[in-house]
């Protein structure tokens, strides 16, 4: 039984006919890290935008279902579907330099969701927090919780926004990018690092990235999105192996080989994009008929 | 330690603005034409008249002689005396302060409520209606200024619906039992709330007039400032924790917006305070400003100098405050 059900999933630029999810569908089980990937523009970072409500107000969800537990979020009125997202579901984000309030101490910013949204008395709720920047790896969590945000650096910062995220023990968290903002050297500890507190939770994550190799090391199963259409829906295994569509295969070919850092740079071949393309708008036809 | 250093740093430049300030009021309004001798002379007054009054207030020297002079005294606190009053300057002027000083204050908390309303529900409601309304009517008050609007209260709300005073500072008829000139604040001191009603009632016109233009420049600016923040990261982060609108403007977005708000209020209200010099003439109100003027057609040049330098150590004093608010409501720069 999946945790997050997403089932014909539209969405469109307010008042335009510009798709930017086109019936997309995918299933995240309890427990699964499920990869989401595709370029820049594919519509991943909008299918975790959707399920957690912040899509900006200039694109309007015109189709589908987001059932969370059972419950189609889209269907609930917006102050439960806030409370009820707050309450199961967490974002790690792409930038940790912006993700953090600079005017507010850290404490308060990892405390606050336990205490006024789940109503956690303060003392448990800092309590929880030390405990969490421990499990982080951060050393004297107290001066941690005391500090701003400008005072510590972008990995530390990172390693506490994951901290925060799994502070209410969330049944699914978002991850938006979450290495994509760091330096190379910090991207790999941090990946561990978000792998290692998923396996101790169990909590479900939808990994948003354009990176197969990170999905590779952390995923399950994956999507490959282009467009905001579904293009692939595999286990992991079978879509390093196999894969199923003509762009996984290219964008897999694409992917620089650490075995092999002399060698040059494919890209996806145009009449693979061509192709795809017209795979787009021929769902954009289906659709209409 | 570092925040001493640099208050200590802000008072000696101030000092050096203020020696700056005292040179070119003094040298300025002796050059230009007119005297207060002629002032003060009756028709048909004699040479040899002109002549005694000259001597008598030290007119005859010249003038970087009489800056001297001034100056010493005005470093022994000793302003010097008013030509057209015959009292000493620096009473004259600490006197008046008090009423242009609540005037000011009150001009800022009127134009901070509107303008920081203004700005919080066009951001509450951003894409609507009411936004563009909130838009417009910040254009409009911020292109008429301040005088015309004190025009415009009087009209509307000292002619055809009279429900305020529109000239002093308190009804003369009352009965006062204040010790000091801060008739606003003596009033609630001694819970004479009839007394604070009346002045209140006094104040209110010029102080909005004053208000409005400065309630549309923190409006607008604040707001902008306010979008902006509501696209960052940490607010995004905070609305999936489960909060909703009002709570993310206002604990996330609002203390973050406020920062270059706050730079612009202290340079406004510097400009605010120079607004009184209008307003009190035209509401009548015993302040600063309405004594400023009378200096001015009296070519009272003592009482002038007093004014300015006054006027000089406010807008000082206002900024050094506000740099003192930025670094206490920025952490950044709190250790910095």
């Known amino acids: 039984m999946s945790y997050l059900t997403i089932r014909n999933l539209s969405a469109n ?8 999810l086109r019936n997309v569908s995918l299933q995240v089980a309890a427990g699964e890290v499920r990869g989401l990937v595709g370029e820049s523009g594919a519509g991943k970072s909008m299918i975790g935008k959707a399920i957690l409500g912040t899509l900006p107000l200039s694109i309007e969800i015109t189709g589908g279902e ?53 109503r956690w008395t303060r003392a448990d709720a800092e309590k929880r927090a030390r405990e969490l920047l421990a499990e982080v790896h951060i050393p004297d969590p107290e001066r941690v919780m005391r500090s701003y945000p400008h005072e510590l650096s972008g990995g530390m910062r990172q390693r506490i926004l994951i ?10 968290i978002v991850a938006d990018e979450p290495t994509t ?29 354009h990176d197969l190799g990170v999905v590779s090391k952390v995923c399950q199963s994956l999507s490959v999105l282009y467009g905001g259409l579904v293009l692939e829906d595999s286990r992991m295994t079978d879509f390093f192996h196999a894969p199923k569509h003509p762009y996984s295969r290219a964008l897999l070919a694409a992917t620089p080989k650490y075995t092999d850092p002399d060698g040059s740079l494919t890209p996806v071949p145009d009449a693979v994009v061509a192709a795809t393309r017209a795979e787009v708008e021929a769902a954009d036809r289906s659709a209409h008929v | 330690m570092q925040l001493l250093q640099s208050v200590l740093t802000r008072l000696f430049t101030t000092l050096i603005t203020l020696i700056g300030v005292a040179v070119i009021v003094f040298f300025v309004i002796r050059v230009v034409p007119g005297t207060p001798i002629a002032m003060m002379l009756p028709p048909g007054a004699t040479e040899d008249d002109v002549a005694r009054l000259t001597a008598l207030y030290g007119l005859d020297k010249s003038i970087p002689q009489q800056f001297l002079i001034w100056l010493s005294g005005t470093l022994h606190g000793d302003f010097g005396t008013s030509i057209t009053t015959r009292q000493p300057v620096l009473a004259l002027v600490l006197s008046r302060l008090p009423a242009t000083l609540e005037l000011s204050i009150m001009a800022l908390v009127i134009a901070t409520a509107i303008g920081g309303f203004m700005a919080l529900t066009g951001t509450r409601l951003r894409g609507t209606k009411t936004e563009a309304a909130i838009d417009i009517s910040n254009g409009m008050a911020l292109s008429v200024p301040d005088f015309l609007w004190g025009l415009i209260l009087i009209l509307g709300f000292g002619v055809l619906i009279p429900i305020f005073h529109i000239s002093g500072r308190i009804s003369p008829s009352l009965d006062l039992p204040f010790t000091s000139n801060f008739y606003l604040f003596e009033s609630v001191l001694r819970l004479r709330f009839d007394l604070w009603a009346d002045i209140v009632a006094h104040m ?62 202290g340079v406004q209200f510097t400009f605010l305070i120079g607004g009184t010099v209008i307003i009190e003439r035209l509401f009548s109100y015993e302040g600063l400003g309405n004594m400023a003027i009378d200096a001015v057609i009296n070519r009272d040049l003592p009482l002038i100098q007093g004014i300015v330098i006054l006027f000089a150590v406010i807008f000082t004093a206002v900024n050094l405050l506000v740099d003192l608010c930025y670094a206490a409501l920025n952490p950044r720069l709190r250790h910095a």
Do not use: W
Request: proline share 7%; with cysteine.
């Open chain 1, 66 to 118: 987001i059932i969370l537990d059972g419950t189609d979020l889209l269907k609930l009125p917006p102050a439960q579907r806030r409370t009820r997202i707050g309450q199961f579901c967490a974002l790690i984000p792409q930038d940790p330099l912006t993700a953090l309030n600079p005017s507010r101490r850290i404490g308060p910013q990892i405390t606050n969701r336990l205490v006024d949204i789940l």
């Open chain 1, 181 to 209: 903002a760091l330096d190379v050297t910090v991207q790999k500890q941090i990946l561990k690092l978000i792998a290692e507190m998923q396996a101790r939770h169990g909590t479900a994550l939808l990994f948003v990235t």
């Open chain 1, 13 to 20: 630029l307010k008042g335009r006919p510009d798709r930017i």
């Open chain 2, 204 to 265: 209110f016109m010029p102080a909005l007039a004053l208000a409005i233009p400065l309630a549309a420049i923190i409006g607008q600016l604040l707001k902008q400032s306010l979008k902006e923040t509501m696209h960052l990261d940490y607010v995004t982060l905070a609305r999936t924790k489960g909060y909703g609108e009002n709570h993310v403007i206002l604990h996330e977005a609002l203390p973050n917006a406020i920062l270059p708000t706050l730079t612009l209020v």
């Open chain 1, 163 to 172: 901290a925060s995220a799994f502070a209410a023990e969330p049944k699914l």
